[in-house]
């Protein structure tokens, strides 16, 4: 692998050589609001600043991503998954990318498995139940919607409703003003903070996300010796079209 050498401190004081692959070459569809270069992950995985275990999940994640095409779901049915992935696809909308990363699959995959963050509400059912209980009223409001603009609803599905009538139906579940009779079961309020939550935390724990805001806190199995106001490791990414400061560190080659 070719590359170019980046010395900094280590933990000892002693001079550390990180060989580092050259960058990634600049995408010819580069969004136009892109703040940070692409492929900073990419280029730190094999470095010995990311420990083995974080370079194994982080590049599992970017493999996965690689192979676009959603598994078939485990948890929920494919009717209730296809709800799910419209409900992301609003709330953390993806324009730029030619395909997105895949938050409703990191959900079915975490409630299959059984896995929780130790905790939940107690006026909420176990997270399972609450996602099956919060895509039927979803749906039971889509059928509302399309009643109320067509004069027709059983077909209707939040998937197959316009991008602003999907909108108003999450505001609603948002303010609590959701009327469908599953949420005198659990506050919509609830629901919606925990499911932004999720699907903010599963977007920015994703290479591509953190690349995106210029993070590379993953790389850290040497410890941070830059740690005063404005001062970065020399090799966390500029802003593009940011000058390298010798004092301050920080790369964007």
């Given at each position: ?97 030619e395909h997105p990363i895949d938050l409703a699959v990191a959900i079915d995959q975490r409630l299959a498995a059984g896995k929780g963050n130790g905790w939940r509400y107690d ?131």
């Open positions: 692998m070719t590359g170019h050498d980046m010395t900094g401190p280590d933990m000892t004081g002693l001079a550390r050589t990180v060989v580092l692959p050259e960058p990634l070459p600049a995408a010819a569809d580069e969004p136009q609001n892109a703040k940070y270069p692409r492929g900073t992950t990419q280029r730190l995985l094999p470095t010995d600043l990311v420990t083995p275990k974080t370079r194994e999940v982080l590049a599992a994640r970017i493999a996965a991503y690689e192979k676009p095409g959603a598994p078939e779901p485990r948890f929920f049915t494919t009717a209730e998954f296809a709800t799910l992935e419209a409900v992301c696809a609003r709330l953390i909308p993806q324009p730029d990318r006026t909420m059912p176990p997270d399972g139940e609450a996602f099956r209980r919060a895509i039927q009223g979803l749906n039971e409001a889509a059928r509302a919607v399309s009643t109320a603009a067509a004069g027709h609803s059983a077909e209707a599905r939040f998937e197959t409703l316009g991008p602003s009538e999907q909108d108003a139906v999450l505001a609603a579940v948002q303010r609590g003003d959701a009327t469908e009779p599953v949420w005198s079961t659990m506050p919509s309020t609830r629901f919606f903070e925990e499911l932004l939550t999720e699907l903010a935390s599963s977007y920015y724990s994703h290479p591509l996300g953190q690349d995106e805001i210029g993070f590379a806190g993953y790389a850290d199995a040497h410890g941070w010796q830059r740690i005063g106001l404005n001062e970065m490791e020399r090799f966390e990414p500029l802003a593009l079209g940011e000058a390298p400061d010798p004092e301050a560190g920080g790369s964007n080659a």
